[in-house]
């Protein structure tokens, strides 16, 4: 008797219902994978009989490709896997049969990602399931292989810790196993009995080679090719825990291809098997069928045995014609045949975006947006927001994202209601904001950096004057404990305690602080014992230098005073903790090492030696207002250096309404009123020149960022910036490639084509260049050819690599360097500022997300809006950095640019009419659809 399991998806289950075209996309629902029952020893030894019957997640091909900096993969024997789950009464059990030809690992177990590795997520909260942040019961864990002799290493690197963690792993020629043991005392929402638990389970296998020098992470896979894992559990797999074992519990075959398709052409088709279950697959057939089973079209697969490393699994490819196919909506499925005549079944729908994506194309011409632009200039420029939304579902497609998929679908729609001047519907999603932008003329943009995540920001012409976060929860009970989130080691500013009583804002209950703590990178060897003190927080591996009079902000478990101490530091620990409501003990530094935070008072600065690998910043407290706001089941948040800027953004965003011109006006009013020291026009003494407004570094799927080149370029259009540098990381191709649609389509943008140069010790931007800079030598050459091509070149994030390179600099500022800028607000700003020796400040956002919701800009000062304004207003220290999220002031830079620049910002309609004068400049020839059509890979040129 033949037996036919017939599964539809086995891991990333969807189901489809009706498709229409009018912005409603089918929908997608999760059926979880099973993880079923076994016993398991963890020894390294994966056998058959323990691991045959559960559940099996084959990464070895393009298909899970995650991300690759300058890394050529050539085939699963350089890095492909093998991952199993399974559980009993005891816990979970985690397996990897890996098949590396070059197994390196010689970083400190914290670090292990940057080398050869696993990295496992797992998550199995109830409250907070599949959602940040990380607290107890979802966990990030490195599995460093077993190199140079030495058993696998577990290393936890979320917040909570895990008791009795097991890892146990062989190695072989080019290859080695790993198993690993979670105790179900790791995940205390889980309770008895397990049965039905539901789970969720990632992976990433990290590759790297000698040849790889000084890369890091060079190239990761991981299943469904999943990106930021660490900060994405919403990534992760649904699975439950089922004790049914065998084929029928979910067999081990996964169908690799796209679960949304933009073409109807001819598409690749792979079957892949585990090792452990089938031993004698015969054949594969591959059909295409229509929702109802009708069969369309069928073929066999050509079926590829796998090596040794995985003895039994096979790979079967074909390619599929699906050019004939009229429906939008179809199933293809695999059916497997062994030398015994049973077969296994597997069907995967396939849905065809085509209609849709035309659809959207079509409301974007309805737009007219040229004419628009002449006409109504701010919702001409809002209207860039669907395109570049355009450009987000072609990604989430590209990385068979369907959440984000139906996300940005909705988006869009609402996108075009809200400007076609429709009422937005109420849907109770962080769509329905949206509805503030309803007036364009009041500049209010609405980003999403992620699903539960949007940001609301104000601008005034180009300039961001303040932004708004709203973070929502699926259970409202967590936006309080969101709330009450604070930095470890440290006093909670946002106390609930006000003499004039509890702060209100919007009518709403809420946490307000003047002052935040601000962070900065710093050299752990510039540690003074006589005037600083540390708050050591191991499991993070951070350190935070805290001047001595500053200890009665710290709040730790224990404290560590050294013998060599001087003697007024230890009077002032004794103080500090007789103050405390709650005793502290006094600790040797090995059992202060085992409590999550201490402080830590010594006598001399041998600290790189005490603590390796760890990150040092220095912690200062300036004044700042931090404000959240707990309503409903969303935190609304603003960070700003002006409370009362705060507290009006978030109440206008709150109430819900349209924000009217009048209102943003008020905003810049404040801040006029609070930071202007200068009115130059009224004494007649204005500099020539004007205000422009823009970012200077930014990445595109070229490199590691998230929205293609052009998406992200429409992205900042939307943003209302002046000018926008397009700097992946060591390659230029994409923002070449965006130079040439942007003139072939007739934009008037001021584009920059620029370059992260990033070494192992440094990140710097070039920009405009021409030609790439290697980025393969020495600091020295890397300047000389940049301005061998008439760029300029600024120090990205100062002190992020924690190189010695940048360490051993970081409070010299740019002395000795021929670098022409500094980027982000310098630790030493004031300082610097007032010994005249400050630089010039490039604000950015470094943006990855597709968003520009970080609202950190460079302004310049200068008489014309061109590639080279900029580069002297560089060179001539005519910029600002904007801050409107960071520090104590709302701008930084030279007093004389500051001064002209609020002098401008002051003249308040005057600024808006130069800006409406630009969209119509930009826009007046400009062909938005014909942009969005073209086809370009990382190896084409745009043409």
């Known amino acids: 008797m033949k037996k036919i399991p017939i599964f539809l998806l086995l891991f990333e289950n969807i189901v489809f219902s009706a498709i229409n075209v009018d912005w409603t996309l089918p929908s997608l629902e999760t059926e979880p994978t099973v993880i079923s029952y076994s016993s398991i020893t963890v020894d390294g030894n994966i056998t058959p009989e323990e691991w045959k019957q559960t559940v099996c997640f084959p990464v070895r091909s393009t298909y899970h490709i995650a991300q690759s900096k300058n890394h050529i993969w050539k085939g699963p024997e350089d890095a492909g896997a093998e991952f199993y789950w399974a559980w009993n009464e005891s816990g979970i059990f985690f397996a990897a049969i890996v098949a590396d030809n070059e197994v390196i690992n010689n970083m400190p177990d914290n670090l292990a990602y940057q080398q050869d590795c696993i990295e496992l997520f797992i998550d199995g909260r109830r409250n907070l399931f599949m959602q940040m942040p990380y607290t107890k019961g979802c966990y990030h864990i490195l599995i460093k292989p077993p190199v140079n002799g030495k058993q696998p290493s577990a290393t936890v690197l979320s917040v909570a810790q895990i008791k009795g963690i097991r890892c146990a792993g062989k190695t072989a020629?080019?290859?080695?196993?790993?198993?690993?043991?979670?105790?179900?005392?790791?995940?205390?929402?889980?309770?008895?009995?397990?049965?039905?638990?539901?789970?969720?389970?990632?992976?990433?296998?990290?590759?790297?080679?000698?040849?790889?020098?000084?890369?890091?992470?060079?190239?990761?896979?991981?299943?469904?090719?999943?990106?930021?894992?660490?900060?994405?559990?919403?990534?992760?797999?649904?699975?439950?825990?089922?004790?049914?074992?065998?084929?029928?519990?979910?067999?081990?075959?996964?169908?690799?291809?796209?679960?949304?398709?933009?073409?109807?052409?001819?598409?690749?088709?792979?079957?892949?098997?585990?090792?452990?279950?089938?031993?004698?697959?015969?054949?594969?057939?591959?059909?295409?069928?229509?929702?109802?089973?009708?069969?369309?079209?069928?073929?066999?697969?050509?079926?590829?045995?796998?090596?040794?490393?995985?003895?039994?699994?096979?790979?079967?490819?074909?390619?599929?014609?699906?050019?004939?196919?009229?429906?939008?909506?179809?199933?293809?499925?695999?059916?497997?045949?062994?030398?015994?005549?049973?077969?296994?079944?597997?069907?995967?729908?396939?849905?065809?975006?085509?209609?849709?994506?035309?659809?959207?194309?079509?409301?974007?011409?309805?737009?007219?947006?040229?004419?628009?632009?002449?006409?109504?200039?701010?919702?001409?420029?809002?209207?860039?927001?669907?395109?570049?939304?355009?450009?987000?579902?072609?990604?989430?497609?590209?990385?068979?994202?369907?959440?984000?998929?139906?996300?940005?679908?909705?988006?869009?729609?609402?996108?075009?209601?809200?400007?076609?001047?429709?009422?937005?519907?109420?849907?109770?999603?962080?769509?329905?904001?949206?509805?503030?932008?309803?007036?364009?003329?009041?500049?209010?943009?609405?980003?999403?950096?992620?699903?539960?995540?949007?940001?609301?920001?104000?601008?005034?012409?180009?300039?961001?004057?303040?932004?708004?976060?709203?973070?929502?929860?699926?259970?409202?009970?967590?936006?309080?404990?969101?709330?009450?989130?604070?930095?470890?080691?440290?006093?909670?500013?946002?106390?609930?305690?006000?003499?004039?009583?509890?702060?209100?804002?919007?009518?709403?209950?809420?946490?307000?602080?003047?002052?935040?703590?601000?962070?900065?990178?710093?050299?752990?060897?510039?540690?003074?014992?006589?005037?600083?003190?540390?708050?050591?927080?191991?499991?993070?591996?951070?350190?935070?230098?805290?001047?001595?009079?500053?200890?009665?902000?710290?709040?730790?478990?224990?404290?560590?005073?050294?013998?060599?101490?001087?003697?007024?530091?230890?009077?002032?620990?004794?103080?500090?903790?007789?103050?405390?409501?709650?005793?502290?003990?006094?600790?040797?530094?090995?059992?202060?090492?085992?409590?999550?935070?201490?402080?830590?008072?010594?006598?001399?600065?041998?600290?790189?030696?005490?603590?390796?690998?760890?990150?040092?910043?220095?912690?200062?407290?300036?004044?700042?207002?931090?404000?959240?706001?707990?309503?409903?089941d969303m935190l609304v948040s603003v960070s700003h250096p002006s409370r009362w800027v705060a507290e009006k953004a978030a109440g206008l965003v709150i109430r819900g309404n349209p924000v009217l011109e009048s209102d943003v006006d008020g905003i810049r009013k404040i801040l006029v009123k609070e930071f202007a020291f200068s009115m130059k026009s009224s004494e007649n003494v204005r500099s020539e020149g004007f205000v422009f407004c823009g970012d200077l570094h930014a990445h595109s799927n070229f490199s590691d960022g998230y929205l293609s080149p052009v998406g992200i370029t429409l992205e900042s259009m939307y943003c209302f910036m002046d000018f926008f540098a397009l700097t992946d990381h060591n390659t230029i191709d994409g923002a070449l490639i965006v130079s040439n649609l942007l003139s072939k389509n007739s934009f008037s943008y001021t584009f920059i084509v620029g370059q992260e140069i990033t070494t192992g010790d440094f990140h710097m931007n070039g920009y405009p260049l021409k030609k790439v800079i290697s980025w393969n030598t020495t600091a020295d050459v890397i300047i000389k050819d940049v301005h061998s091509q008439n760029a300029v070149i600024q120090w990205n994030h100062p002190g992020w690599t924690n190189s010695e390179w940048e360490l051993t600099r970081i409070d010299s500022g740019l002395s000795g360097l021929d670098v022409d800028a500094w980027e982000h607000i310098p630790s030493n700003y004031y300082e610097w500022k007032k010994k005249a020796e400050l630089p010039a400040l490039i604000g950015s956002t470094d943006s990855h997300d597709g968003t520009f919701s970080n609202p950190e800009r460079t302004i310049i000062f200068s008489t014309k809006l061109s590639e080279k304004g900029i580069v002297n207003a560089i060179k001539n220290h005519n910029t600002v950095l904007i801050s409107p999220s960071k520090g104590s002031d709302f701008l930084y830079g030279e007093s004389t640019t500051i001064a002209d620049v609020w002098d401008i910002i002051s003249q308040g309609y005057e600024m808006k009419k130069v800006k409406e004068n630009q969209i119509r400049k930009m826009l007046r020839n400009a062909d938005v659809v014909r942009l969005l059509q073209q086809k370009y890979t990382k190896n084409s040129t745009g043409d």
Not at 223 to 234: A, D, F, I, S, T
Not at 308 to 334: G, M, P
Not at 451 to 479: E, G, H, M
Not at 541 to 563: C, G, M, P, W
């Open 173 to 632: 020629t080019q290859t080695y196993s790993i198993e690993l043991f979670i105790p179900w005392s790791a995940f205390p929402e889980i309770r008895q009995p397990f049965e039905g638990s539901d789970i969720a389970v990632q992976f990433m296998l990290d590759d790297y080679d000698r040849i790889d020098r000084d890369s890091v992470q060079p190239f990761s896979m991981s299943y469904l090719g999943r990106k930021e894992l660490y900060r994405n559990p919403e990534k992760f797999v649904r699975c439950v825990l089922s004790r049914q074992a065998g084929p029928e519990s979910g067999p081990h075959v996964s169908i690799e291809i796209q679960s949304v398709i933009l073409e109807k052409k001819t598409v690749p088709v792979a079957i892949e098997t585990g090792s452990m279950t089938y031993d004698d697959i015969e054949s594969v057939k591959v059909n295409i069928e229509s929702k109802d089973g009708k069969i369309l079209s069928g073929k066999t697969a050509k079926i590829t045995r796998y090596s040794d490393c995985w003895k039994n699994a096979i790979r079967a490819q074909t390619n599929l014609d699906l050019k004939k196919i009229n429906e939008d909506r179809f199933l293809v499925s695999a059916i497997l045949k062994d030398k015994q005549g049973d077969t296994t079944i597997v069907r995967k729908p396939v849905f065809f975006a085509g209609n849709l994506m035309a659809e959207i194309l079509s409301e974007i011409q309805k737009a007219d947006i040229r004419n628009l632009s002449q006409k109504e200039p701010f919702r001409a420029a809002a209207f860039l927001g669907t395109a570049s939304c355009y450009e987000k579902i072609k990604r989430t497609i590209e990385l068979n994202d369907t959440k984000r998929l139906q996300f940005s679908v909705r988006e869009t729609a609402a996108r075009f209601d809200v400007l076609n001047k429709k009422i937005l519907k109420k849907t109770d999603t962080l769509i329905d904001l949206l509805a503030l932008s309803a007036e364009p003329e009041a500049q209010v943009v609405v980003e999403y950096p992620s699903n539960d995540t949007a940001v609301v920001t104000f601008y005034w012409a180009s300039i961001p004057l303040v932004s708004v976060n709203v973070k929502k929860f699926r259970d409202p009970t967590q936006v309080q404990i969101a709330a009450r989130e604070k930095i470890p080691g440290f006093v909670d500013l946002l106390e609930d305690k006000n003499p004039a009583g509890p702060v209100v804002i919007a009518g709403l209950p809420a946490r307000a602080s003047s002052w935040s703590y601000s962070m900065f990178y710093f050299n752990i060897k510039s540690f003074d014992p006589e005037k600083q003190m540390l708050v050591v927080v191991p499991e993070k591996r951070i350190l935070y230098v805290i001047d001595n009079e500053k200890v009665d902000n710290t709040e730790v478990d224990a404290i560590v005073v050294s013998e060599d101490a001087s003697e007024n530091t230890k009077n002032l620990v004794r103080k500090y903790a007789g103050s405390l409501k709650k005793k502290l003990q006094f600790l040797g530094i090995d059992d202060a090492m085992k409590t999550p935070v201490f402080l830590f008072a010594c006598g001399k600065n041998n600290l790189p030696e005490l603590f390796p690998g760890f990150r040092a910043y220095r912690v200062r407290i300036v004044k700042q207002a931090i404000i959240r706001i707990p309503f409903k």
